[in-house]
């Protein structure tokens, strides 16, 4: 069965600090992709970014970063010098592989919210 | 980007009515399209997967009588939930997915049935 964790429940922080947002994943799938979204307050998903299992390198867009690790089953997300617009709840998801080699439904973590004060 | 048109952004309506939901793909053709339904301050639980010219796939747990899912175009998916009970008030929104598999999603539409 396929399983995204988001431990963190809340992480508040003060602007300007770093912060990290964990995730685990489980899954019995040898091909299978990785995805962070970002819900503001006004509800729509905002896409962060999409990762496949055979691509372990790590990312940096801007202020986000994300450190993809097979051999722990994660996929962390930094956000450096933090801001009050990244105020959100952030969902990590994992998605299958379909027989025609594009990707299936998401299965969502139980997301985090970041407050990011000033 | 691609964009995703979800409409309506909010819907109050009386218990035992239908409401429909609409999802457009505006930019590109969408041979899929997912719908998802989310709780306040909860993750975002997988409802049905809609292909376009056939029947929507429903997790379990899912009425399929109970939420309509019809993807009668490349660019349209429309979800009604009949009779609704206050327990469907709900955050519901769609994704549609492109040709070079990637996923968009609508803005939501917040439920209330009264």
């Known amino acids: 069965a396929q399983k995204v964790t988001q431990a963190q429940t809340e992480i508040s922080v003060v602007e300007k600090e770093d912060v990290t947002l964990d995730c685990v994943y489980e899954t019995r799938d040898t091909t299978y992709y990785l995805f962070w979204y970002k819900q503001p307050p006004s509800g729509e998903l905002v896409f962060l970014i999409r990762?496949?299992?055979?691509?372990?390198q790590n990312e940096i867009s801007g202020r986000y970063s994300w450190n993809f690790q097979k051999s722990t089953s994660s996929f962390n997300f930094t956000i450096t010098a933090s801001q009050v617009v990244d105020s959100a709840v952030y969902f990590c998801?994992?998605?299958?592989?379909?027989?025609?080699?594009?990707?299936?439904?998401?299965?969502f973590g139980a997301g985090t919210r970041l407050a990011v004060h000033p | 980007g691609a964009v995703v048109s979800q409409h309506p952004s909010r819907v109050i309506c009386k218990s035992g009515t239908s409401v429909k939901i609409e999802c457009r793909s505006l930019?590109?053709?969408?041979?899929?399209m997912f719908w998802y339904r989310q709780f306040p301050k909860q993750s975002l639980m997988l409802m049905a997967t809609s292909n376009e010219g056939s029947k929507a796939t429903y997790e379990q747990g899912v009425e399929k009588d109970k939420f309509l899912i019809n993807h009668a175009s490349l660019t349209l998916s429309t979800l009604t939930v009949t009779s609704a009970h206050p327990e469907d008030s709900s955050f519901y929104i769609c994704?549609?997915?492109?040709?070079?598999?990637?996923?968009?999603f609508g803005s939501g539409t917040q439920l209330s049935v009264l």
């Open positions: 994704s549609a997915r492109t040709s070079n598999e990637k996923l968009f």
């Open positions: 998801a994992l998605s299958g592989q379909m027989f025609s080699g594009g990707y299936n439904k998401l299965i």
């Open positions: 990762r496949n299992s055979f691509d372990e």
């Open positions: 930019d590109f053709q969408a041979t899929t």
